[in-house]
């Protein structure tokens, strides 16, 4: 098996839900959605220059798959959404996808808004 | 005589009654962060496409507006920052710039009369003296992320009233 094949098999491991993920839906801009694993880290909320508001930055992990996933050739950056809450337990909302901040075979790190 | 007093809420409300015309695009006022808990429906207002975001800026006093009298009038300045954002999808071929630019006028021309230019836009339903916009519309540049783009749109409303009561 080649390190290819390895950071692939890695990669539903990381983020399953009975260990470090949970469940989120992925919407597209056309309309579509799914459910999906991801790792969601919640950061400290980000203040937005001449909006008088802040709003939480999220980091999101999951499997680069367009099924299991998220593949980095479908995101649409001027559209597409996560369902996110921005504390443990609450509802889950919409927040955009806003930027892919790493990619590699097995795993894409979005940043959500 | 009890004097009837401007209020700046009312005419954040008038300038989002306004821009409500405009109904393929969403329009903010901030509230707090995690306000979303407010009901299944209610979404947090992240970037999107075609957003305005209302806000209020600076309040500057006006001295040569004031009117004496008992009680006096004094005149206040306030800006409302309206901030235009576009997100189109990454497939849209169209130029941003003239995205932009058509998003400033339809915005312009909703809040001086919609679908017709209300030549006593500048009163906001009889709670201002007068209403301009701002010197410049401010570019904002992309924010290096999404493929976000926009526009800040200042508009000065004057009012008058009495001293303590803005």
Redesign the interface.
Known sequence: MSLHDLIEDDASLFVSTSDFGESVVYRT?SGTARSISAVVFRQI?EAIE???????VFEVHVINSTSAGISPTEI????D?LDLA??VG??A???????ITEQDEGMVVL??? | MPVSEPDIVEILETIEERLSHLVAEEIVIPSRENYDDHGDGAVPPGPKDKQIIISIGDCTRVEDLDLPGNPPRECWEVEYRIKLRLMPSETDQESIDKKLIRFVRDVRRAITGATAYDPSWHTMNSQAIDSMWGATMQRLPPDGTSQSDGYMLPLMVRIRVTPGAL
């Open positions: 801009r909320a001449d909006e008088s508001r802040s709003l939480t649409d950056l001027g559209g959404t921005d504390r609450k509802t909302r919409p927040r955009s996808i806003i930027q940043q959500c808004q």
